[in-house]
């Protein structure tokens, strides 16, 4: 078909193209005078044409008398691309002759050219349809390159004759398109229609020579087969007499064989056996009985070989395999398997094969495998079931012994050896009550445990028991009888549990329920036991008792600073101190964390408790050596007594916690009775610490500053930053009334850091208001040390403040030093590494030892203010402060004296050379407007002086 319309296409070519030859020279004769305005333009068409209609004639002509010159894969676009060349031809003619449409305004007799253009090229069209009329798509290739160019020329260059020149040829490019279509399809079906009448017309000359030829064939075998008729007529009488005889013989045969496959049917069905016959050669295999045995019906059992990897259990599937081989390469005499097989509705049962082959070929191959599979899921079950059983009976945890009837051992279990040291061969044969056995607990226990057992069956208690070795032990023993079938008695099952490791847990954790795992003192649980105990005796002779409650001072800050593990080393040696001083206690006990208590119930006077207290402050207020630190604790004690302060446990307890916060807060160190008001004052304190947290988050605290002055200039030199709190109700408060508590309550540190960046950005608005360099010295404590992050804190705020590091002090107690004072020692020369100078506070009231000057970085002393206060009515502390000056001057050190509050004081300082001073007799300590009044008047008063300070 396809070749018919190439040869259709290729005989209108010629005609088309001479038609095509003839439109051109029309249209350039019809635009000839456009030459002198467009000659480029209208040789280069004119030239383009006559090529493409060269360049299509030609590959049309060779297609067509030498197809072989052209590629394959070429032949097929050689008529579309002709199409496609032709009709890019009046493509490019209407997009450069659509111009000459005239106005609407012109003429009509200017419309000629445009007409006979259009004219032209529907001629072309209508000529291109009727050479590809069965080239539908060269066709459409065709038009639309004729057609599209012009048509949307006139669509981009809108007039009123324009449109209507497109609209009428987008309507007839539509009448082509759809007309070549139908024109198409109406000759695809002329052709299909020639094409078939002219191989009818082959088939039927064909078909007639063949029925000649076949009718005289025809002829010769009717003439044969009239001959054979007759012959097989004579044996055919022969044969049925035959057939008759052999069908007599095989019907009894038959009969006798159905009868003998019956009985075996039944033998099958009966045994749950299933026959399997394999034709190795064939992969045909016949089952029976496999539907009962594994669900499958006989229609799936058709492909049961096939099948075999994906029923056979995976663990299994690789030794049935090789089992297989092995007897078909004679390596067995049968083949024998036992393995898993899924069951039709999922689950996996237990098969057993057995076969061999039955037949072999001349090569020595098998060709036929006979054999049986039977289900033996229910053995193989009892085979695991005893196999757990006696797994259970050798690895239980518990000692088992099995008992015949008459309670004679008959097995035990290695557990049972470990825990009694008898072996089974020892107890076999032996009664279970055999008193050459030594086991007393079952000789006494014998009457309860046979009653036991012959009313309930069973019997379960402890009991002691004896080992082989004579230690006697506790033991669980349960013991039951079994019955078989008939309920007749034929075995005695025991077990028995060693109850020793759990009495020790039990004794353990009796031990740890009342007593403290650190120290091995009491603890709370034991404590309560006793003091209501000693409460109970008091109250029945009439007697007091006192409840001492002690707590450590400053533990908390040595236990989060140092390390808990030394904190627990600490608590330890507390709790030896305590014992060896309170060795007439009724009970020392250990609450939790630092918190000690002390009942004592003889010689409770308050005066023998006053020195009993005195003596447990002054040995823990010796150093505790841990390690490498040498660590000073203070302890504070409060005592309740009864019936004085209270006849009930809880009441007794807590009215001696009210007495110890009292003592803590009157700075530790001692003792406290309780008192109502010390209950009164507590609850204050409580209300006060909750007023303390919220003050930090409210910003409430300000700092005020006392001057400080060089005694060889008499100008402000520092200032010492000190905090005070703007209690909202209370109104102004000092710091004794609240830095006790914050540092009892772990707040010092954050009030600390507050008074840092409030001191630090003041100096800094002094600098910048030109009132000189006023350094400030601000108050650091212990906690603050020993938290780790001084440091960061100092780097911080410097930072956010913009202060030299210079014009900041950092003033340090010397009780501080006395703990961990290597870091103590590492961190304040990181800190004097950044320039900020550090003073000893309170120098000569301390414990520690003058060394510590040498040892610390230390920039300025301090001198209490007890020893100026002295000055001129005390030579001891005159000569005290006289030393502290001369030692100052030999290391190099600046001292500030404190407290000076009189002309006297001022006298005698001066008159030693100090360096600085403090006190009531220059400032109290003032707010930050204040002190700028002050500096103000230094500035003016002394502007020289001051710039130079």
């Known amino acids: 078909m396809d070749n018919l319309q190439v040869q259709q296409v290729i005989q209108q070519m010629p005609f088309f193209g001479l038609v095509s030859l003839v439109a051109i020279i029309a249209v350039a004769f019809l635009y000839s005078s456009e030459l002198d305005e467009r000659p480029l333009a209208v040789y280069g068409w004119l030239g383009w044409a006559l ?239 496999f539907e009962q045995l594994l669900g499958y019906s006989r229609l799936e059992l058709k492909g049961f070989m096939g099948q075999m990897q994906k029923i056979i259990h995976p663990d299994d599937y690789a030794q049935v395999r090789r089992a297989l081989l092995n007897h078909l390469r004679k390596r067995r005499p049968l083949y024998e398997a036992s393995y898993r097989i899924r069951h039709r509705l999922g689950h996996w049962i237990w098969v057993e094969d057995s076969g061999r082959v039955v037949a072999w070929n001349e090569k020595g191959l098998p060709i036929r495998l006979i054999g049986t599979r039977r289900d033996i899921t229910p053995e193989r079950e ?70 036991g057992l012959n009313h309930e069956g069973e019997w379960q208690g402890e009991i002691t028991e004896t080992r082989k070795n004579g230690q006697s032990f506790p033991e669980w023993l349960h013991i039951a009888a079994v019955h078989d079938g008939h309920n007749d008695l034929t075995h005695y099952v025991g077990i028995i549990s060693d109850l020793s490791q759990r009495k020790e847990a039990e004794e353990k954790l009796r031990y740890l329920s009342n007593y403290d795992r650190l120290t091995g003192l009491a603890n709370r649980n034991l404590f309560r036991d006793r003091l209501h105990a000693a409460i109970l005796r008091a109250r029945d002779h009439n007697k007091g008792l006192a409840v001492l409650y002690i707590d450590m001072d ?74 490498e630190h040498e660590l000073l604790l203070g302890v504070s004690i409060g005592v309740s007594l009864f019936p004085e302060h209270g006849r009930e446990l809880q009441v007794l307890m807590n009215h001696a916690d009210l007495a110890l916060h009292q003592a803590k807060r009157m700075g530790g160190n001692s003792m406290r009775f309780f008192s109502e008001d010390v209950h009164v004052v507590s609850v204050e304190q ?168 040498k040892r610390f970085p230390i920039d300025i002393l301090k001198i209490d203010q007890s020893f100026i206060y002295e000055i001129g009515h005390n030579e001891n502390d005159e000569a005290i402060v006289r030393a502290i000056f001369a030692m100052a001057q030999s290391l190099g050190l600046k001292v500030v004296a404190e407290g000076v509050e009189t002309e006297e004081h001022m006298e005698f300082l001066r008159a030693e050379s100090c360096d600085l001073v403090q006190g009531f007799y220059i400032s109290r300590p003032v707010p930050a407007e204040d002190i700028n009044l002050l500096l103000e008047r230094q500035r003016q008063a002394q502007p020289l002086s001051a710039s130079a300070g």
């Open 554 to 627: 400053r533990f908390r800050t040595i236990n989060d600073s140092l390390g808990h593990e030394l904190g627990d080393e600490l608590l330890k040696k507390v709790a030896e101190r305590l014992i060896n001083t309170a060795v007439s206690a009724d009970t020392l006990a250990r609450l939790g964390s630092d918190e000690f208590t002390v009942i004592l119930d003889q010689q409770v006077t308050r005066h023998n408790l006053e020195s009993y207290c005195e003596r447990i402050i002054d040995e823990l207020r010796r150093p505790f050596r841990i390690g």
């Open 51 to 289: 090529t493409a209609v060269t360049a299509s004639l030609t590959g049309i002509r060779q297609l067509g008398h030498h197809p072989e010159q052209i590629p394959v894969k070429l032949r097929p676009w050689i008529i579309p691309l002709s199409a496609a060349l032709l009709g890019s031809i009046w493509g490019f003619a209407g997009i450069l002759f659509v111009k000459a449409i005239p106005d609407v305004r012109q003429a009509f007799s200017e419309f000629y050219r445009p007409t006979l253009f259009a004219v032209l090229i529907s001629w072309q069209a209508i000529t291109a349809l009727s050479t590809y009329i069965t080239r539908f798509k060269s066709f459409l290739l065709f038009v639309s390159f004729a057609f599209a160019p012009g048509l949307l020329y006139l669509a981009m260059t809108p007039s009123l004759i324009n449109n209507s020149m497109a609209g009428v040829g987008s309507l007839f490019y539509c009448f082509l398109v759809l007309a070549g279509r139908r024109l198409g399809e109406i000759s695809f079906r002329s052709q299909w229609l020639q094409l078939r009448n002219e191989d009818l017309i082959r088939f039927l000359e064909s078909s007639k020579n063949t029925v000649e030829d076949v009718n005289r064939q025809l002829g010769a075998e009717i003439q044969e087969r009239r001959n054979a008729e007759a012959q097989l007529q004579e044996i055919n009488l022969n044969l049925e007499q035959k057939v008759r005889e052999r069908t007599l013989a095989l019907s009894d045969i038959n009969r006798a064989l159905r009868s003998s496959q019956e009985r075996l049917t039944l033998a099958i069905d009966a045994s749950g056996i299933g026959l399997w016959d394999w034709n190795l050669v064939t992969n045909e295999i016949y089952h029976s009985n």
């Open 382 to 451: 009892t085979e695991e079931k005893l196999r757990l059983s006696a797994s259970v009976f050798e690895h239980a945890a518990e000692g088992i012994y099995i008992l015949d009837n008459e309670m004679r051992y008959l097995s035990v279990n290695p557990r049972f050896t470990q825990i009694t040291g008898y072996t089974d061969a020892e107890l076999h044969g032996r009664h279970i009550f055999d008193e050459g056995q030594s086991q007393p607990g079952k000789q006494l226990h014998y009457p309860t445990i046979m009653q």
């Open 686 to 853: 409580v209300n006060l610490e909750s007023a303390l947290r919220k003050a930090i988050f409210r910003d409430e605290f300000v700092v005020y500053y006392q001057p400080k002055v060089c005694l060889a200039t008499g100008l402000i030199v520092g200032m010492e930053a000190l905090v005070r709190w703007m209690h909202p109700s209370m109104g102004l408060l000092g710091p004794g009334q609240f830095i006790p508590l914050a540092e009892e309550a772990g707040l010092i540190s954050a009030i600390g850091e507050i008074v840092l960046d409030k001191a630090c950005r003041q100096t800094r608005i002094w600098q910048d208001m030109g009132l000189g360099r006023i350094s400030t010295s601000v108050n650091v404590v212990a906690q603050q040390l020993h938290r780790g992050n001084l440091l960061e804190i100092l780097d911080r705020v410097l930072v956010n403040t913009g202060l030299d590091p210079t014009l900041l002090e950092l003033e340090i107690t010397e009780s501080s030093l006395m703990e961990d004072r290597e870091h103590v020692k590492q961190m304040l020369e990181d800190v004097r590494q950044r320039g900020i100078k550090i003073a000893l506070d309170d120098f000569g009231t301390g414990y520690s030892s003058l060394s510590y000057l």
